[in-house]
């Protein structure tokens, strides 16, 4: 299978804040009726129509990671789990609106999971320090969703939302907020379908796939990591990838 065929996307976030129902919901399109606790971690997948309604379109594979776990987890439960934040496409971070402490560990999970390079795992958060700069080049696309909209008032959800912002602006993320007991929330044409395809769409490494530009007589290739044209034989191994696109 060619390595575009599939990206792997890791779902983060605390206990019991949904990310298994999140992640039947996603790849299932149903309510998980009996969620049991995850044990180490479960992968599912979700098929993905890139660039939907466009001429690249083309159907993937989207990998959901459930890594499971406590982000205050003892050094070597950490860097056992940091054997799946190898070649990462996207992460979703997971937090329940309900329960701020859940949102406030989603910097913790980052920190983690983005940062594991620099800093051994097991140190990064006992100080409590906290860098937004330290994110500033990350190239990975972020996905924020908040669950369990459902059991916050309606009188109370500009608090609460006001209230876990800070996430926006720590990881400048795509945001959602639903309940994965209902599959409204991620009905086709919804704002929060738009959101999700979007991106799922930024998770596909781009930067190797070379589009040819077919005239009448001459084929050249427009390179996206280059900008500019470029010839076919630079990325034979990409074959398989190219999307075809007609000038
Ligand atoms: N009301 C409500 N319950 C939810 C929601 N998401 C998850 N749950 C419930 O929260 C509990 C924990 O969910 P689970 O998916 O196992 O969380 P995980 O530990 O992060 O995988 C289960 O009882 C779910 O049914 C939601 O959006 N709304
Ligand atoms: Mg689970």
Known sequence: MASLDRVKVLVLGDSGVGKSSLVHLL?????????????????????HDYKEGTPEEKTYYIELWDV????????????????????????????DLTNKKSSQNLRRWSLEALNR????????????DYDREQFADNQIPLLVIGTKLDQIHE???????TRTAFLAEDFNPEEINLDCTNPR????G?????????FFDKCFPLRNICIPIIDSLLTSFYCP????????????GHREEILFKRR
């Open 27 to 47: 790849c299932q399109n149903q309510v998980l009726g009996n969620p049991s606790w995850t044990v180490g971690c479960s992968v599912d997948v979700r098929v």
């Open 68 to 95: 499971g776990g406590s982000v205050g987890s003892a050094s070597s439960v950490k860097s056992t789990r940091a054997v799946f934040y190898n070649s990462v496409n996207g992460i979703i971070f997971v937090h």
């Open 117 to 128: 390079d620099l800093v051994p795992t097991g140190v990064l958060v006992t100080n409590g």
């Open 155 to 161: 009188t109370k959800r500009h608090e609460v939302l």
């Open 185 to 188: 929330y991620l009905a086709a």
């Open 190 to 198: 919804s704002s929060n379908a738009v959101k999700l395809s979007r």
């Open 225 to 236: 990591q280059l900008e500019g044209k470029c010839g076919m034989t630079q990325h034979t």
